[in-house]
Structure formats: structure tokens, C-alpha cells
């Protein structure tokens, strides 16, 4: 019996500082085809809201983003009662979400995600490890909940994915 393909459900940081720095789609083209193709074999998807996250700017990843092959995966009743888990789980991960800077607003949402699909997170986050700190990160929650979460570095690794250099 094979196992089932590994998802990968991705934080909305992975797309932008890609974007932004070191994949550029200007020196790194082949980096966002292989994004491409991943979404539509199913490996990789986004949550509705980092969807929502990105797209809020029109900018080149947001008109890539929707042209792109990856699934947004919409809320439904049982992300919601993920969700619901997620904050039965530990009163502390209601501090997860910034209210008031109105910062992370879908990272609940990731994890819900991730949660029902059996999926690993791919973030920028780093947990946060200091002791008494009311701030948690997807990692720490990730670890509280039983998902796999790894960078997106790890990422690039896990999918074999490898870089190439030629001139223009």
C-alpha cells in the first residue's frame, strides 16, 4: 500500500519575502513554475485567507498568485471546528493573532488548515521560546497541535527542488 502524498499548506511569508528577495521571479523564474506545478498535483495549497492576505496589495505576486495553479482552500465546517480546536487546545494560543496591530490574522487559519488535511506548514516563523511571553507563533502552536511545521528552506530540500544558474 502507498503512502499518501505529503501537503504542504504555506503562510503567506513563504510567498512574499520569495517574492520579494531571495526567489525572485526576475533572477528565479523556474522557482515559480515549480509552484505552479506543485498546486496542481495537489502538494502544496493556500488557505482562503492568506489568499485574502496577499491579493489585499496589487502588486506582481498578487496578479501571479491569481493566475496560478496552487488551490485556495476555502473555510468550511470542519476547518471551523479545527479552528475551534486549535483554541481548546491551549488558552494561550489566542495569542496567536495580534488584535491589536491586526497582525496574523490568518495564521489560525493555516493551522486549521493544515490540521485537516494531515498537512506540514511551511512559514518564515520562527517559535518563539522566551518564557513568560504572551506572543506564540504558528511553530509553537504547530508543536501543541501535532502538526508538522518546517521552514521554507526545509521545504526547498524535501521537494528536491534545485537551483540552477545561467546567463540571460
Not at 485574502?52 to 473555510?75: R, V
Not at 479552528?83 to 494561550?92: F, G, K, S, T
Not at 485537516?116 to 506548514?121: D, I, P, R
Not at 511551511?122 to 513568560?132: L, Q, W
Amino acid at each position: 500500500m502507498t503512502e499518501p502524498q505529503q501537503k504542504y499548506c504555506l503562510d503567506a511569508n513563504v510567498l512574499i519575502q520569495a517574492w520579494q528577495k531571495y526567489y525572485s521571479p526576475r533572477f528565479c523564474p523556474d522557482y515559480w513554475s515549480l509552484l505552479n506545478d506543485f498546486g496542481e498535483k495537489g502538494k502544496i495549497f493556500l488557505p482562503h485567507n492568506v489568499f485574502e492576505e496577499i491579493t489585499k496589495t496589487e502588486d506582481d505576486l498578487t496578479n501571479w498568485l491569481k493566475d496560478s495553479k496552487i488551490p485556495i482552500n476555502e473555510i468550511d465546517g470542519e476547518v471551523a471546528s479545527c479552528l475551534r480546536d486549535v483554541y481548546a487546545a491551549n488558552p494561550l494560543h489566542k495569542y496567536l493573532v495580534d488584535n491589536t496591530k491586526q497582525r496574523s490574522l490568518a495564521d489560525p487559519w493555516v493551522i486549521a488548515h493544515a490540521l485537516k488535511e494531515k498537512a506540514c506548514v511551511v512559514t518564515k516563523e520562527e517559535k518563539v521560546t522566551a518564557p513568560n511571553t504572551t506572543r506564540i507563533k504558528i511553530p509553537n502552536v504547530c508543536e501543541n497541535m501535532n502538526i508538522r511545521w518546517i521552514n521554507d528552506f526545509e521545504f526547498v530540500e524535501e521537494l528536491n527542488i534545485i537551483f540552477s544558474c545561467r546567463l540571460k
